[in-house]
C-alpha cells in the first residue's frame, strides 16, 4: 500500500516536471500551430520632408538712358538784296538812247540800246566753251562760234554773231564799268553784274540771259 501511493506521487510528479518544460519550451520558442500571436508591432516610418527655403531673385534692370547732345539746327540766312539804281545818264553814249558799260573785270562791254525798232540789251566778251555756235553773220549757211549774247523785247536771250561791235560806244571811248550791287534800267530793260555769276540783262516780258566767262544761262 504504502509503495503503490509512493509510485502514484511520483509518476505525478514526473508528469508536473514534463508539463512545466513544455510550457517553458512553447514560451521561449516559437508559437505553436493554433497558438495566438501576440499584437502585431507596426513599425511607423516617418518621412522627413525638407523643404528648402524658397529663394526669390530679384533682378533689377538697370536703364542707362544715353543722352546724345545735338547741335542746334544749322540756318543758313539768304539776303538778297535790291540792287542799287545806277544813274542812266552816267552811261549814256554819243546816240540818242544808247547807254553802255563793262563789267568791273572789264571782261564784258554791254549796253542797252533804246533808240531803234527793237530795244536790245546785250554784251561782247569771252563766251563760254559751252556757248552754241550760231549762224554767221556774213554766211547765214555756216555756224560760228558767238561773239555776243542779246535779249530783244518780247524775244528769249540768245547767243549771236555780230558783225559790228554793237556793244562799244560808237564813237570808240571808253565806257564806264558798273559796279557790283547796282543796276542800270532803261525803259524795260535792265542789266546788272553778280561778282560770281557775271553779268545778267533781261527784260519787263520776263526774258534775259546771265553769262560769264564759264557758264550761261538764257530764258
Not at 500500500?1 to 512553447?26: E, I, K, P, Q
Not at 554773231?161 to 560806244?169: E, I, T
Amino acid at each position: 500500500m504504502t509503495y503503490t501511493v509512493r509510485a502514484v506521487r511520483l509518476f505525478a510528479a514526473v508528469a508536473m516536471v514534463a508539463g512545466v518544460a513544455g510550457c517553458a519550451r512553447s514560451v521561449d520558442g516559437s508559437p505553436e500551430t493554433g497558438a495566438v500571436a501576440g499584437p502585431a508591432t507596426t513599425s511607423a516610418t516617418t518621412s522627413a520632408v525638407t523643404t528648402a527655403p524658397k529663394t526669390t531673385t530679384t533682378t533689377t534692370r538697370s536703364t542707362t538712358g544715353t543722352t546724345t547732345a545735338s547741335a542746334p539746327p544749322s540756318t543758313t540766312k539768304t539776303t538778297t538784296s535790291t540792287p542799287t539804281p545806277a544813274d542812266p545818264q552816267a552811261f549814256a553814249g554819243a546816240a540818242a538812247g544808247s547807254y553802255y558799260f563793262t563789267t568791273p573785270s572789264t571782261k564784258f562791254h554791254c549796253a542797252i540800246l533804246t533808240g531803234g525798232d527793237l530795244p536790245t540789251a546785250g554784251c561782247h566778251g569771252p563766251m563760254p566753251a559751252s556757248a552754241p555756235k550760231v549762224p554767221g553773220a556774213g554766211a547765214s549757211g555756216t555756224a560760228v562760234t558767238p561773239n555776243a549774247i542779246e535779249v530783244t523785247g518780247g524775244r528769249p536771250g540768245q547767243f549771236a554773231s555780230a558783225g559790228d561791235p554793237r556793244f562799244y560806244p560808237l564813237d570808240g571811248s571808253a565806257a564806264p564799268a558798273l559796279s557790283y550791287g547796282r543796276a542800270l534800267q532803261v525803259n524795260d530793260l535792265t542789266c546788272l553784274v553778280d561778282e560770281a555769276a557775271g553779268v545778267t540783262c533781261r527784260s519787263d516780258a520776263g526774258h534775259g540771259f546771265t553769262l560769264s566767262d564759264s557758264a550761261f544761262r538764257v530764258w
